[in-house]
């Protein structure tokens, strides 16, 4: 069974800083393509950052520049740095898995979702 557990959000300052982590079991991030979406209050969930095996990296326009992707193999974990907060970013934010293919912002191509974890950015 694979799973997937998100940590790491809570309630910032705009300007501050989070990383997220995703901690993933039953299956290894060595050839899985791990992305973050994220949900805001009364919005459909959105594309923020995916990852795919090869090392291609896909982003949000929205947050380009201020948040990075990146996997430690060897913890099975995957990381959402996200610098320079700004109150829209507030949302609940997901870590997704996809078995095959490449980096999508689709989210109907995952196959394994976290439950999400709040990040809450006051002005």
């Known amino acids: 069974q694979v799973q997937l557990v998100e940590s790491g959000g809570g309630l910032v300052q705009a300007g501050d800083s989070l990383r997220l982590s995703c901690v993933v079991s039953g299956r290894t991030i060595n050839y899985s393509t791990m992305g973050w979406f ?3 209050p009364g919005k459909e969930r959105e594309f923020v950052v995916a990852s795919g095996w090869t090392g291609r990296t896909n982003y949000a326009d929205a947050v380009k520049g201020r948040f990075t ?18 109150p829209e970013d507030t949302a609940v934010y997901y870590c997704a898995a996809r078995r095959n293919g490449l980096a999508s912002q689709s989210e109907n191509e995952y196959d394994y979702w976290g439950q999400g974890t709040q990040v809450t950015v006051s002005s």
Do not use: F, P
């Open 38 to 40: 994220r949900q805001a």
């Open 69 to 86: 992707i990146s996997r430690d193999n060897a913890k099975n974990t995957v990381y959402l740095q996200m610098n320079s907060l700004k």
